[in-house]
Structures are given as C-alpha cells and as structure tokens.
C-alpha cells in the first residue's frame, strides 16, 4: 500500500540555523510533491511544489528537493525565524485528478 | 478575495446526536474536498467532489457519514449518530483541480468536533 512517512519528533533549533525536514514515500511514482504549513488551528496553507524533473526548488528561505531514486523528499528551511513554528505536511497526488495523500507532519518549534 | 469558509469552527455533542458541518469554497473551484484530521496526523480524505459529482467517496462511512453539493457550490457534511470516535477536526479544501497549475489545496480554518 501507498505510504508517507515525515519526522514524527519534533524538530527544535535555534534561530538563524537551518531545518531539514523529510518525507520519503513508497509505492508512489508521483510527478510531483506538495508542501504545506499549518498552524495550529488553521487549516493547511500550501507552501510549493516540486515536479519529478526538478531536483530543487526554492522560494524566499525555502528549498526543496526531490529525489525521485530515494523516493524521498528535503524540506529545507534557512535561516531560520520563530514565526516559522509550525507543523510541515508533505502531500502526493495519488491520482490525475487531484487526490492528494497527506504525510502527518512534522512540528518544527525555533527558538529564538 | 474570500478564502474557504467553514462552520461551525467548533461543535461538541453528545454521542449519538447528528451533527452538519457547512461549506463554502473559493469561487470558480469546481473540486471539492473533506478531509478529517485527528491530533498529530495529516488530512485523511472522506470525500470529494468535481462540480457536484461525488467522484471519490471510498473513504467516507457511510452508514453515518454523508455528504451534499448542491448546485455544485457549497457543500454540507452530516455525521448522523456521532460516536466517541467521530472527535476530530473536518477539514474542507477547494481547487481549480487537474485545470490548475500546481494541484494547490485552499483548506478552511476546519470544523473542531468533539462528541461527549
């Protein structure tokens, strides 16, 4: 069966270091992966996406890489601010048409 | 512009009572999902739907469970009777779907269950 797995311990650092969060996979081929970031008591806001033929992605201190041999995928976060406490939700597309499989998450708590 | 809009934000109920959660997704999203989140765990699909076609409801109980889309907008889920196990935070997304460019998911700020 198709299964996701993420960090389930907490990820603790310090301000301005770098977090490195994983999601590795099985059974999936997905042509892409999803990331999302939720606060709690919110829903999930999503963060970006990386397509099977990109091996990095970045956006502002987020970079993201996906190594389809591995079937895994890094989420890195730079330069690292308190207001990046939160939970990180790794998602695969399971089908064409828009069903997505959610990891459960991992929290990350910086400190200042 | 309006993101999706749920309610009630929180609910508590005795068990074996019928609880509604409702709705609203971003204007022009044809797909539309529930998903239910217990704590510490990712989304779980229960139900989603293209316009107002359920084209995926295997995950959805159905003896208790059930779901509308009217007129393809808004939608309603109903938990009739509600067990102990049924606590949990039901979460509704909308999207452009595979006419989208990444797949993004809009979700709500989610409906908080509790049954007592």
């Known amino acids: 069966s198709q299964k996701i797995e993420q960090n389930s311990e907490a990820l603790n650092i310090q301000e301005g270091k770098t977090a490195t969060l994983t999601c590795n996979y099985t059974?999936?081929?997905?042509?892409?992966l999803q990331w999302y970031r939720q606060d709690p008591g919110r829903g999930p806001v999503f963060l970006l996406l990386?397509?099977?033929?990109?091996k990095e992605k970045r956006k502002e201190r987020l970079k993201v890489t996906f190594d389809t041999t591995l079937k895994q995928s890094l989420f890195h976060i730079t330069a690292s601010q308190p207001a990046d406490s939160a939970t990180y939700l790794c998602a695969l597309p399971t089908d064409s048409w828009g069903k997505f499989q959610f990891g459960a998450g991992t929290q990350v708590v910086v400190t200042p | 512009e309006a993101g999706v809009v749920q309610s009630p934000r929180y609910k508590i109920i005795e068990k074996k009572q019928p609880v509604a959660f409702w709705c609203n997704p971003i204007?022009?999203?044809?797909?539309l999902y529930w998903y239910l989140q217990n704590l510490g765990q990712g989304p779980e699909l229960l139900i989603r739907?293209?316009?107002?076609?359920?084209?995926?409801d295997s995950q959805l109980p159905k003896d208790r469970f059930s779901a509308e889309r009217l007129k393809g907008v808004d939608s309603t889920l109903k938990i009739q009777p509600a067990e102990l196990g049924d606590s949990a935070v039901y979460l509704c997304a909308s999207s452009l779907g595979a006419a989208g460019p990444t797949g993004e998911l809009f979700f709500g700020e989610g409906s908080r269950l509790t049954v007592l």
């Open positions: 990386i397509r099977e033929n990109e």
């Open positions: 059974n999936y081929s997905p042509a892409y």
């Open positions: 739907y293209e316009n107002e076609e359920a084209v995926d």
């Open positions: 204007s022009g999203h044809n797909t």
